[in-house]
């Protein structure tokens, strides 16, 4: 499975949800997660990509988008 497939599943586990806004599509502005759900996004990437993510990055803004995300995870490893 690839990264993006590994983003996809827990974005879904997280939100409850079926499909997945577009990859640069705002996760937050389209209704797909909450503020309330970031915490355990967050929780989930560390598990499954094995990294610390720390408190300073917990910040919508850097997990706004399926891309973002990917290029968050780019720049921790």
Request: hydrophobic share 40%; glycine share 6%.
């Amino acid at each position: 499975m690839d990264r993006r497939a590994r983003i996809s599943a827990i974005l879904r586990r997280v939100a409850g949800k079926d499909g997945l806004p577009e990859a640069d599509e705002s996760l937050f502005e389209s209704g797909f997660l909450d503020s309330f759900g970031l915490p355990d996004l967050v929780s989930a990437l560390e598990k499954e990509f094995s990294l610390t993510i720390p408190d300073a990055d917990l910040n919508p803004r850097k997990f706004e988008s399926i891309e973002k995300i990917e290029n968050y995870l780019d720049s921790r490893v």
